[in-house]
C-alpha cells in the first residue's frame, strides 16, 4: 500500500530521536568512555568485547535484549561497532552506523506494522538484511579490510589521553 503521513513523518523525525535517545549517547557510553578507558588497559580485541558484554548487560537489563536473539542482536551489534571503532578511530563513525542501522530497522518495522509496506517472509528478512549483512558480513569486510591495510593492531592498546 501507500504510505500513511505518519510513517513519512516518521521517515523525517525518526534519525532525529535515534540520534539523540540511542545513537549519541549509547556510543558516548559503550564506545567512547567504556571502550577508552577498557582499551587504555587491554588489549582492542578484550576491549570490543568486553564493551560489547557491557552494551548487551545494559540492554538486557532495560528489557530492549529480552529473548535469545535479541542479546545475540545487542551482542553481535556491539561488536560490530567496537570493530569500526577501532579500525576508524572515531567516534563519529560509530554513530553514523548506528543511526543509519536503528533508522532503518525501526522505519521498516513500523511500516510493516502499519501495512503500508508486505513482507511474506519477515523473520527471513530481518535475520538476513537486518543482522547478517550489515553486522556479520561487515565486520568480516571490516576486519579484513584491516588485516590487508595492516592498520589495525589488534593486539595493542589504546593510551589514555589524560594519562
Known sequence: GTPSVGILLLFLYLPVLVFLYEALPEELIFRGYLY????????????VLAQATLFTLWGAAIGAAGSVDRVVLFFTFSVALGILRVISGN????????????????????????GSLQIAEQPTLELVVFWFFPIVLGSIALIAASVVRGD?????????PLG
Do not use: C, K, M
Open 152 to 160: 589495525a593492531d589488534w593486539r595493542g592498546h589504546d593510551p589514555d
Open 36 to 47: 577508552r578507558n577498557l582499551s587504555a588497559r587491554y588489549a582492542r580485541w578484550v576491549s
Open 91 to 114: 567516534l563519529w563513525a560509530t554513530i553514523g552506523f548506528h543511526l543509519a542501522f536503528q533508522w532503518v530497522t525501526q522505519l521498516v518495522s513500523a511500516a510493516v506494522r502499519e
